[in-house]
């Protein structure tokens, strides 16, 4: 009886470690919140935990960027162009937190609204 309740124990504790290892994908949550509420996913592209997509709802466009870890430069830039490259105006940030460079660089776009006409919006609802 008393192996029988190891043997339980280990295996609802192995069980619970594998739980509690899958991630919860945000990114997921995040695109079918936004399908949900009418957006169309035109295109998308995802380089390592980054995901940047364009959404479009009648005439209204806008990036999407998801970011499971730190911001980084390297994202806004993306971002950036591919706002640029599909006249969009505005970018929804969605992360955890950003370095001091892409930091910096929010906020010299921000800065220069009236050139390019972008607006930034950082969520922070999921992380």
Same mark, same amino acid.
Not at 4 to 17: C, E, P, R, Y
Not at 40 to 54: D, M, P
């Given at each position: 009886?008393?192996?029988? /309740?190891?043997? #339980?124990? @280990?295996?609802?504790?192995? +069980?619970?470690?594998?739980?509690? *290892? !899958?991630? $919860? ?19 998308g592209v995802k380089s390592g935990?980054t995901w940047i997509g364009l ?5 209204? /466009?806008?990036? #999407?960027? @998801?970011?499971?870890?730190? +911001?980084?430069?390297?994202?806004? *830039? !993306?971002? $950036? ?45 999921? +992380?």
């Amino acid at each position: 009886m008393f192996w029988v /309740k190891i043997l #339980v124990f @280990i295996i609802i504790s192995i +069980l619970l470690v594998k739980i509690a *290892k !899958k991630p $919860v994908s945000s990114e997921k949550n995040i695109r079918e919140s936004l399908i949900n509420s009418g957006w169309k996913c035109c295109a998308g592209v995802k380089s390592g935990k980054t995901w940047i997509g364009l959404y479009r709802k009648s005439f209204q /466009k806008k990036i #999407v960027l @998801i970011c499971e870890n730190s +911001l980084n430069f390297a994202d806004v *830039k !993306k971002a $950036v162009v591919m706002a640029l490259l599909s006249n969009t105006r505005l970018i929804k940030l969605y992360c955890s937190e950003i370095t001091p460079h892409a930091q910096k660089a929010l906020n010299k776009l921000s800065k220069t609204k009236k050139l390019h006409r972008i607006k930034f919006v950082q969520e922070e609802r999921f +992380l």
